[in-house]
């Protein structure tokens, strides 16, 4: 059994989901509560010092960062999400990190300045919530690109990138981020978030969203 530990409002936490559903890995999810600081406890701080969600543990071995835990489990089951063909390896690799850097940080910034600092009690931070548009605007024509040219965002064949990016993607209707001028994007993501592993973690992230902060109410 393997145990993931996480937010079901996290993006990285919901890759992590994801990819653990598809790979039909035997886990179970709990839920760490960012909003109560559960991150910082030191339960907690024993499985991730970072004090960060997710992380996982598996038969006593832990790990952080939702990109290293999904090489972790695709390794694990000889998956084919992550080939180990040098340049195909390396392909995956730069989109899972042009998903993380250039397409999750900036909408992770419209979110935390359009909800996450209310809950959190921050200030809003204009500049930051700016620079995520400007991002985010700039570069999703480069992942457009890529899926006019390919069926999956590192090629033919569905890998840990179409995680990365499927889970960064998930908050652009909170986001106001209009997909619909990206048709390939768009159709890359409806037919992913009709898969089974996708509705085994939730309907949609807006939606859970909805309900999660009307439980707070
Ligand atoms: N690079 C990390 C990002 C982890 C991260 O920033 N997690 C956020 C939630 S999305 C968190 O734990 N925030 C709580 C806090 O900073 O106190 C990953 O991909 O796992």
Same mark, same amino acid.
């Given at each position: 059994?393997l145990?993931?530990y996480?937010?079901?409002?996290?993006?990285?936490?919901?890759?992590?989901?994801y990819?653990?559903?598809?790979?039909?890995?035997?886990?179970?999810?709990h839920?760490v509560?960012?909003?109560?600081?559960?991150?910082?406890?030191?339960?907690?701080?024993?499985?991730?010092?970072?004090?960060?969600?997710?992380? /996982?543990?598996?038969?006593?071995?832990?790990?952080?960062?939702?990109?290293?835990? /999904?090489?972790?489990?695709?390794?694990?089951?000889?998956?084919?999400?992550?080939?180990?063909n040098?340049k195909?390896?390396?392909?995956?690799?730069e989109w899972?990190d042009?998903?993380s850097?250039?397409?999750?940080?900036?909408?992770?910034? /419209?979110?935390f300045?359009?909800?996450?600092?209310k809950?959190?009690?921050?200030?809003?931070?204009?500049r930051?919530?700016?620079?995520?548009k400007?991002?985010?605007?700039?570069?999703?024509?480069?992942v457009?690109?890529q899926?006019?040219?390919?069926?999956y /965002?590192?090629?033919?064949?569905?890998?840990l990138a179409d995680?990365?990016?499927?889970a960064?993607?998930?908050?652009?209707?909170l986001?106001q981020?209009?997909?619909?001028?990206?048709?390939?994007i768009?159709?890359?993501?409806?037919?992913?978030?009709?898969?089974?592993?996708?509705?085994?973690?939730?309907?949609s992230?807006?939606?859970?969203?909805?309900?999660?902060?009307a439980s707070?109410?």
């Open positions: 059994m145990n993931i996480g937010s079901p409002l996290s993006s990285p936490t919901n890759k992590v989901r990819v653990a559903n598809f790979l039909g890995i035997n886990a179970e999810f839920n509560n960012l909003g109560a600081g559960e991150q910082r406890s030191p339960e907690y701080l024993k499985i991730n010092p970072f004090a960060k969600v997710p992380a /996982i543990e598996d038969e006593g071995f832990t790990l952080a960062e939702s990109n290293a835990i /999904i090489r972790y489990m695709a390794n694990k089951c000889n998956s084919t999400l992550y080939p180990t040098l195909e390896r390396a392909i995956v690799d899972i042009y998903a850097q250039h397409i999750a940080i900036p909408l992770a910034k /419209i979110m300045n359009t909800y996450f600092y809950l959190s009690k921050t200030e809003l931070d204009t930051s919530l700016e620079d995520g400007n991002f985010i605007n700039k570069n999703l024509p480069n457009e690109q899926l006019t040219k390919n069926t /965002i590192a090629g033919k064949t569905l890998t995680f990365t990016l499927l960064s993607l998930d908050v652009c209707e986001c981020v209009d997909l619909t001028n990206y048709p390939q768009s159709k890359w993501r409806k037919q992913l978030m009709t898969e089974q592993f996708y509705s085994n973690c939730h309907e992230y807006t939606s859970m969203f909805n309900k999660v902060l707070f109410k």
